[in-house]
């Protein structure tokens, strides 16, 4: 029986696991609910403040308990049911955070943090139709409140914005994206990660001068990121800036480019009239990510500029591929190039069947030497040029270097000359 001494005991626990909890001690905290929980094993406020410091220590076992408990002492308390959920969802346990959630929002469907979790838990596990539904929720929700509460809630109004707008995007809804983006950075605008997506759905919807204001935002608060560089590139290039662009990715070293970067960088090369140096750009980054069809559409359009239609037919098949099978969508944009193709295929009798000798994966040197010792060696370029230096942390999977390897790589400045830099090995030589 828990007299009234016995509670004084209990606050005076719960104050002293505060203080720790202030000075961030959580585990200390959490041994002194326990003390108060030992005294009153079903005291709330004690099993409550145990399972929260359980939660900031990390001790998610032991907090998911104590929450359990609470939910058997109050049924219809949502808050537990959520607290539960909320220990798997910090731990990414997706599938268990749902079937939580949904069980605190049985008890109380307008849960506006509940829904907001659950709707991020469905982008984790590529459930986009709940996921949407969800945040759809939580949105509404939040459009409800009285001025007090919105303001009170308005950073789960504005995620919840910024994941849907994500999904948006994904599905190829710009529209529907631009506006839900607006409201994500209306209500957090130093969120850099917000206002790349704004600027990506503005890029969508051909607004390159509104989509270059919100990405240079977000890189003055994320500076250097690459995908923001990229997206601004591509505003700049939209707007016929292809000079600024160029400098704009300059700013990322060859070694650290990925995919889209090298894909950026075709689309300026394509831009200015050199489409060689596109193709090239673009395969760089095809080499490193062969799985995007987006590169291959953009390669595509390099080789048409080319007046290489049989390896244009082949990149545009390969996008729309990909597109469909990745994402079960249709790639118009690719499909209708194709069919420019294959019009001028007819009209100029071009063999569509029987592209050139050369594919996209051709080697572009052979490894001619290497000293392991040392950790460097020489390729020998196929295009006549002359022998490049390289160094082993420049290559992927460094421990199958083997002099006669073909090679794909880039080529960069060094303080001693040209060197190659991003070496991918071609494993038909």
Same mark, same amino acid.
């Given at each position: ?158 995620? #919840?914005? !910024? =994941? %849907? /707008?994500?999904? *948006? ?7 529907? +994206?631009?506006?839900? &983006? ?112 987006? #590169?291959? !559409? =953009? %390669? /595509?359009?390099? *080789? ?7 390896? +244009?037919?082949?990149? &545009? ?113």
């Amino acid at each position: 029986m828990v007299t009234p001494q016995s509670n004084k005991q209990i606050e005076s626990i719960l104050a002293q696991a505060e203080q720790l909890a202030q000075k961030l001690d959580w585990s200390g905290a959490a041994n002194k609910c326990r003390e108060a929980v030992t005294i009153a094993p079903e005291n709330v406020a004690a099993l409550d403040k145990l399972g929260w410091y359980l939660s900031r220590a990390k001790q998610y076992g032991e907090a998911i308990k104590a929450y359990e408990k609470l939910s058997g002492l109050e049924p219809n308390m949502a808050k537990w049911f959520y607290m539960v959920g909320y220990q798997y969802y910090d731990q990414q346990q997706w599938k268990n955070a749902i079937t939580w959630f949904d069980q605190a929002l049985s008890r109380y469907e307008n849960y506006l943090k509940v829904l907001y979790r659950k709707g991020y838990a469905h982008t984790k596990l590529n459930e986009n139709e709940a996921a949407i539904d969800s945040l759809q929720k939580c949105i509404n929700v939040w459009k409800n409140l009285n001025d007090q509460d919105k303001e009170k809630e308005k950073n789960t109004y504005s995620d #919840a914005c !910024f =994941q %849907l /707008g994500k999904l *948006y995007l994904s599905a190829g809804l710009s529209i529907k +994206a631009e506006s839900i &983006l607006a409201e994500a950075t209306k209500f957090d605008p130093q969120d850099g990660y917000k206002l790349y997506e704004y600027g990506k759905a503005l890029l969508k919807n051909q607004k390159p001068e509104e989509a270059l204001t919100q990405l240079q935002k977000a890189d003055k608060i994320e500076h250097g990121k690459d995908f923001i560089i990229a997206s601004i590139a591509q505003a700049l290039i939209d707007l016929s800036r292809f000079d600024e662009a160029e400098k704009a990715l300059a700013r990322i070293p060859e070694k650290y480019r990925k995919e889209y970067v090298w894909r950026a960088v075709g689309k300026v090369k394509l831009a200015q009239g050199k489409s060689k140096e596109a193709i090239d750009a673009i395969n760089t980054g095809i080499r490193l990510d062969s799985k995007n069809h987006n #590169a291959y !559409f =953009q %390669l /595509g359009l390099a *080789y048409i500029a080319d007046n290489n239609y049989p390896q +244009a037919y082949n990149a &545009l098949l390969r996008a729309i591929d990909i597109r469909k099978s990745v994402y079960n969508l249709d790639f118009l944009e690719a499909k209708q190039k194709l069919d420019e193709v294959q019009e001028n295929a007819r009209n100029n009798n071009i063999d569509l069947t029987s592209p050139p000798t050369k594919s996209v994966e051709a080697p572009m040197g052979v490894i001619t030497k290497y000293n392991n010792e040392r950790g460097f060696g020489f390729i020998k370029r196929n295009n006549g040029e002359p022998d490049l230096f390289f160094h082993v942390s420049c290559v992927q999977n460094s421990d199958k270097i083997q002099v006669g390897r073909g090679v794909n790589f880039t080529v960069e400045d060094s303080p001693k000359g040209k060197r190659a830099n991003s070496i991918t090995f071609i494993d038909n030589i």
